[in-house]
């Protein structure tokens, strides 16, 4: 997966018919939750980054991967459970 800007809220791809290229421009493969201010839970303070395929846990069809978020505050970060973890995303190719 090609690396998003800084703050980027969304998991970009890249694909190609040969791994030497030409490769496409990237596209959006996901929305980071997180990041979302209409979410109920969003902090502008969290940022998710280093999304990651995952083909070995993938079944026919799906296309799996993980991210992490984190917070530019410190405390944020030790007492928000559910950031600096790796989030699973299962998606359907088909």
């Not at 069809?61 to 699973?88: A, D, K, Q």
Request: net charge negative.
């Amino acid at each position: 997966m090609p690396a998003a800007s800084f703050m980027e809220r969304r998991a970009l791809f890249s694909n190609a018919l040969a791994l030497v290229g030409p490769w496409s421009g990237p596209e959006t493969l996901y929305r980071y939750p997180e990041m979302d201010p209409g979410q109920v839970d969003y902090s502008r303070n969290i940022f998710c980054y280093a999304a990651k395929e995952h083909p070995e846990l993938e079944s026919a069809g799906e296309l799996m991967f993980t991210y992490v978020c984190n917070s530019f505050l410190e405390e944020e970060l030790m007492n928000n459970t559910h950031i600096y973890r790796p989030v699973s995303v299962t998606l359907s190719m088909l």
